[in-house]
């Protein structure tokens, strides 16, 4: 009972995580129709920055509270979202006219250089962030011990859906960006400033990546490879959820992370391939995954 | 018997009946014209029988059987072929291999993978029979995406005529070429129908054209027939003319 | 003199074939005579590559559909010869070949049926979730596997033992290897040829260009591309079954989804809209690949540049470029 709870706590730490990346990768396809293979790079440069953030303040040395610990992470998030606001008209505004395997391909680039940007500026050791972690106290939940930052994490994703929600719903950008989405040429022919919805939309899908890396930065160091492991799952549960749906994202990240944990815990073996497994059926049976549209 | 036959063909895009209880029939040998102005149900219906849509109700008998459930492959194989209102080519293939390959597919030979396409004789000879029939034998090395329109249009119909059909549904033959060429177009399309004795459904808006090269003619409003009959007939039927008013009808 | 006038009638592709293919078969074949065997060691490894990359371009070239896990199909290829090797104690090449085709044609017969469902963007993400069952698989059954330090293959028997290379050492061993690789090649480049000129290979393309119009020519679209699918995965199982006794040890890395990427940037690379574009890409990126590894380690940078470049500027590749160069520098009378 004890260790099914922590698990469920576990489950959502991960899914918190997960939904930030899918949910910034799924809003850039729905906007954009641009499959970013980057994302997940995008995702290791936020945590890589936030923990290189975290332990210059510690180097500093000024007595840095938890507190200001934690403010250094939307800034993390921030600077992967400035990188996406330069990514996307140098590098992905010249192909929307060309076929998308171009645009597909250009992400692909895109992440061989920024795997070895991180690698040339970091190194390969792992970079941690763990005093972050260590400066919040240590919970009991049902008599088992548990780091009360998770929690933290957890508060955070269930905040940044909600956050996400309202903004794509109840804000004049919001509908901006729907009408984009739904249709280029007739928002354009009404008005809008489709260049810049376009990179307002990569740059708060970058945002979502580089948050998903800060925050989880702090219980697992910077390491390199991690872009694109999770990548792939993203793709799972975008694929899983519908492909440009932000409700899709969300149950797509709970259901990858409740098996995933379950997988580790019952079928360690087979944990990854049972959940690409899950990705292969659901697009096969729904081909536009449980919450798509098109 | 009819050689191809509609009983009480719905189909409903939401509240809208796009085609609403049709009867059509269409005789062997005859070259008709389906019009009618936009929205009436015209394509719809030639995509029900093409089984691009499948309809709400009723059925589609060809040659007398029942077709309904029938899929693309199995009505093209049955005889039924259909050009496009907008052109449906294979740009990237030249216009002798765009011919040649309804031929291959029509006689089972699309699936070879271990000859040369160009080293059919039989297939070739006949494709560059149908390009002479269209006029298309000089461009045979061009990419298709490289015609001009007219040509397009034509290509598109030789595809078509290529399966060697037994009915051939033509949508809107001339739409986007200029009043010369549509003339010419429609020259080639009917010699070669006749000739060929396909039986032929023509969607056309252009009255003029409608008047001199059908045999009959079947309007359309508003998803049902409003008028079935002769082009002398169609010609003085007042309802048709108020119906297609800005439709060029002379007299 | 009339006759004279007329349309001239166009070289027999199997003459233009012949015209190109001979002399650099011949040239190929020289290699080993003047090259050390370093270098002959890469061009076999770029030649495997071009094989792999030939049957991923019959998909993304001549069928339209961009696969991002042909690593699946290597993959397969390359621990069918390793699990022969260490567990059933094979040594002949020619059965690693047999059994590594039968296994990535199963394979690629299983994952194309999925994957041909769909198209465009949702075919290339099916195909890299479901190589990517694969991938981890070959990293968590590591008893079976080796996990991530992957199996090791020893030198197989070349032909039954009638081309013995002991006593050469190395050198021998890879001059004799690029020989049978050659000889594998010539037949892959021959028999793909033969395909995209058939008329399968003509209704691909049709698929490719206007699916729709394809349908209503009476083409079974989806089975078509299946097929495509399933040639397309025996070459590049091939080309896993000759890289591994070359590399000697297979890992789940070449698994692993940005092995498809660069299968499908060595395409790029060469051209995919010519059929000589993924040959001259595998080679390429094959020496383009060492000498970058081997000059910096910060390789992926440089490759990751080439590739955003080349989709910038150069979208037809090397061998599309080359083509335009031609066509400018000496015209074609039209006729």
Redesign the interface.
């Known amino acids: 009972m004890e260790i099914l709870a922590i698990q469920i706590l576990n489950s959502l730490f991960y899914a918190s995580v997960l939904f930030l990346i899918a949910a910034g990768l799924s809003l850039i396809f729905g906007v954009m129709n641009i499959?970013n293979?980057a994302h997940g790079s995008l995702y290791a440069l936020g945590a890589y920055i936030t923990a290189w953030l975290i332990g210059r303040a510690i180097a500093g040395g000024s007595g840095a509270s938890a507190i200001w610990l934690f403010l250094l992470m939307p800034i993390g998030a921030l600077a992967v979202a400035l990188v996406g606001a330069v990514i996307e008209p140098t590098?992905l505004r010249?192909?929307y006219r060309?076929a998308?395997?171009?645009q597909?391909?250009?992400t692909?680039?895109?992440?061989?250089?920024?795997?070895?940007?991180m690698?040339?500026v970091w190194g390969g050791l792992p970079l941690t962030a763990d005093t972050v972690v260590d400066a919040l106290p240590i919970v009991r939940i049902l008599g088992q011990l548990y780091p009360a930052y998770n929690l933290v994490v957890i508060g955070i994703g269930g905040i940044a859906a909600l956050g996400l929600w309202a903004f794509v719903y109840r804000t004049r950008f919001g509908v901006m960006l729907r009408a984009t989405s739904q249709d280029r040429r007739m928002a354009s022919a009404l008005g809008l400033d489709v260049g810049r919805v376009y990179i307002l939309a990569f740059a708060i899908g970058c945002f979502m990546a580089g948050l998903g890396g800060a925050i989880v930065v702090p219980s697992q160091a910077a390491v390199l490879g991690m872009g694109?492991d999770a990548l792939?799952l993203a793709?799972?549960v975008v694929?899983v959820g519908g492909?440009g749906s932000l409700k899709g994202a969300l149950v797509g990240a709970l259901i990858v992370s409740f098996v995933r944990t379950a997988g580790i815990q019952f079928f360690?073996?087979?944990?990854?391939?049972v959940l690409?497994?899950i990705?292969?059926i659901v697009?096969?049976v729904r081909?536009t995954g449980l919450f798509g549209t098109a | 018997m009819a050689l191809l036959q509609t009983v009480n063909l719905t189909k409903r895009f939401g509240d809208f009946r796009a085609v609403n209880s049709v009867n059509f029939t269409v005789n062997q040998g005859e070259f008709l014209s389906l019009v009618g102005s936009n929205g009436a149900g015209k394509t719809t219906l030639v995509n029900l029988i093409?089984a691009?849509l499948w309809p709400d109700t009723g059925q589609v008998l060809f040659e007398g059987r029942d077709i309904t459930q029938a899929t693309?492959?199995q009505r093209?194989?049955a005889g039924i072929?259909?050009s496009?209102q907008l052109v449906?080519?294979?740009?990237?293939?030249t216009v002798l291999?765009?011919v040649?390959?309804?031929i291959?597919?029509?006689e089972g030979?699309?699936?070879?993978?271990?000859?040369?396409?160009?080293g059919?004789r039989e297939v070739r000879t006949e494709a560059m029979d149908v390009l002479g029939l269209f006029g298309l034998d000089?461009k045979r090395?061009l990419l298709a995406g490289g015609l001009a329109q007219g040509e397009r249009k034509l290509l598109d119909v030789a595809?078509?005529y290529a399966?060697r059909p037994k009915i051939l549904f033509l949508d809107e033959p001339t739409s986007g070429v200029g009043t010369r060429d549509k003339a010419q177009i429609m020259d080639t399309i009917s010699a070669v129908v006749r000739a060929g004795t396909v039986t032929a459904v023509v969607i056309e808006h252009d009255m003029d054209i409608v008047f001199k090269y059908s045999d009959r003619i079947v309007v359309m409003h508003e998803g049902a027939f409003l008028a079935d009959g002769l082009p002398a007939e169609i010609r003085v039927n007042k309802e048709v003319a108020t119906v297609l008013l800005g439709a060029a009808v002379p007299g | 003199m009339i006759a004279l006038t007329g349309?001239p009638r166009?070289a027999?592709?199997?003459l233009r074939l012949m015209g190109i293919a001979v002399p650099i078969a011949v040239l190929l074949a020289l290699v080993p005579s003047f090259a050390n065997s370093y270098q002959t060691l890469l061009l076999a490894y770029g030649l495997i590559i071009a094989i792999a990359g030939l049957g991923f371009n019959l998909l993304?070239g001549y069928t339209g559909l961009?696969s991002?896990g042909h690593s699946a199909y290597f993959g397969t290829g390359a621990y069918a010869v390793a699990f022969m090797a260490q567990d059933l104690g094979v040594r002949s090449m020619e059965a690693y070949i047999l059994c590594g085709l039968a296994l990535s044609a199963i394979v690629s017969a299983v994952f194309g049926f999925?994957c041909v469902?769909?198209t465009?963007?949702?075919f290339?993400?099916?195909t890299?979730?479901?190589s990517?069952?694969l991938w981890?698989?070959a990293?968590?059954?590591f008893w079976i596997t080796g996990g991530s330090d992957g199996l090791r293959v020893p030198r197989p028997t070349l032909l039954g033992g009638m081309l013995t290379y002991t006593g050469g050492g190395f050198p021998r061993f890879i001059s004799y290897y690029y020989y049978y690789v050659l000889v594998l090649f010539v037949v892959c480049v021959l028999v793909m040829w033969?395909?995209v000129?058939?008329?399968?290979?003509?209704?691909l393309?049709?698929i490719?260009?206007?699916e729709?119009?394809?349908?209503?020519?009476?083409?079974?679209v989806r089975r078509?591309r299946w097929?495509a699918f399933l040639i397309s995965g025996v070459y590049t199982g091939l080309a896993g079954v000759l890289w591994v006794p070359l590399n000697g040890l297979t890992t789940p890395d070449i698994l692993?989804?940005?092995f498809s990427?660069e299968i499908?940037?060595l395409t790029?690379l060469g051209g995919f809209r010519n059929f000589t574009g993924p040959i001259v890409g595998g080679i390429v990126f094959t020496f383009l690949k060492t000498y970058a590894v081997a000059t910096t380690?910060?390789?992926?940078?440089l490759?990751?540049?080439?590739?955003?470049v080349l989709?910038?500027v150069l979208?037809t590749g090397i061998v599309g470029a080359l083509a335009q160069l031609i066509g400018r520098l000496w015209p074609q009378r039209a006729?």
Do not use: C
Not at chain 2, 110 to 118: D, G
Not at chain 3, 212 to 220: I, K, Q, S, V, Y
């Open positions: 499959v293979l590098l010249p192909l060309r998308e395997e171009y597909l391909l250009v692909f680039g895109l992440l061989l250089i920024l795997e070895d940007v690698r040339f694109v792939v793709f799972v694929v492909l360690p073996e087979v944990e990854l391939a690409y497994l990705a292969g697009l096969l081909p | 093409s691009q693309v492959f093209i194989r072929a259909r496009f449906n080519l294979f740009d990237r293939l291999d765009n040649s390959l309804a291959f597919s029509r030979k699309a699936r070879n993978l271990a000859t040369l396409a160009e059919d000089t090395r595809v078509a399966l | 349309t166009p027999l592709p199997q993304l961009l991002f999925i469902r769909h465009r963007i949702f290339g993400i099916l890299l979730a479901l990517q069952v981890s698989l990293l968590k059954l033969m395909i000129h058939s008329p399968f290979g003509k209704a393309q049709a490719r260009d206007n729709t119009r394809a349908a209503f020519l009476g083409l079974r078509f097929v692993y989804w940005p990427g499908v940037f790029l380690e910060y390789w992926q940078i490759l990751g540049v080439v590739l955003v989709v910038l979208p006729d």
